[in-house]
T-cell receptor, first 113, second 115 residues
Framework: DQQVKQNSPSLSVQEGRISILNCDYT??????FLWYKKYPAEGPTFLIS?????DKNEDGRFTVFLNKSAKHLSLHIVPSQPGDSAVYFC????????????FGTGTRLQVTL | DTAVSQTPKYLVTQMGNDKSIKCEQN?????MYWYKQDSKKFLKIMFS???????INETVPNRFSPKSPDKAHLNLHINSLELGDSAVYFC??????????????FGPGTRLTVL
């Protein structure tokens, strides 16, 4: 029973273009969403988050959009850079669950020259 | 200046053995977690401790036993290792357990291979 889904296992984007990574969730009780980035042989590192009371959060080249009615969020990276090539995990948490994170299966982003 | 460290980074062992993975954080956090990433790359929480008290205990075989000697350490002991235990185990930490901003800091992972 996978409550957070990333249906695209991989994505290839040219340098300078926009990367859009998508994430869907099924549990309407989730009220906080995060994106983590992971390089090979390293642990995930926090990228950006959004509370369910917002529909957009921006941090430099990274913007996360939340559509609660569709239970969908997306991460936009503009412009994409070769150093952005990594696996991106979407995660969700619910107040009152001791901050337990439920992760998606990840999307591998490849930014080509 | 590693924030969350794990030892060992790689662990290869035979079925039936008992092994431990250690985790330490120097961030001053009071909550620590163990996650398992299986062969399908699915990252799933196993345990969490807050101030040395167990607060999350997911459906994990009781061969897995976490131990938190203090707030900065959370170790994972695994008895009678099985082939299916082969995975990458990540430790993480954060400050507090309440909702809201919920950034967890992850260690580099321990790749366990059971032969």
């Amino acid at each position: 029973d996978q409550q957070v889904k990333q249906n695209s296992p991989s994505l290839s984007v040219q340098e300078g273009r926009i990367s859009i990574l998508n994430c869907d969730y099924t549990n309407s009780m989730f009220d906080y969403f995060l994106w983590y980035k992971k390089y090979p042989a390293e642990g995930p590192t926090f990228l950006i988050s959004i509370s369910s009371i917002k529909d957009k959060n921006e941090d430099g080249r990274f913007t996360v959009f939340l559509n609660k009615s569709a239970k969908h969020l997306s991460l936009h990276i503009v412009p994409s850079q070769p150093g952005d090539s990594a696996v991106y995990f979407c995660a969700a948490s619910r107040t009152g669950t001791a901050s337990k994170l439920t992760f998606g299966t990840g999307t591998r982003l490849q930014v080509t020259l | 200046d590693t924030a969350v460290s794990q030892t060992p980074k790689y662990l290869v062992t035979q079925m039936g053995n008992d092994k431990s993975i250690k985790c330490e954080q120097n961030l001053g956090h009071d909550t620590m977690y163990w996650y398992k990433q299986d062969s399908k790359k699915f990252l799933k929480i196993m345990f969490s401790y807050n101030n040395k008290e167990l607060i999350i205990n997911e459906t994990v075989p009781n061969r897995f036993s976490p131990k938190s000697p203090d707030k900065a350490h959370l170790n994972l002991h695994i008895n009678s290792l099985e082939l299916g235990d082969s995975a990458v185990y990540f430790c993480a930490s954060r400050q507090g357990i309440a909702g809201g901003f919920n950034e967890q800091f992850f260690g580099p992972g321990t790749r366990l291979t059971v032969l």
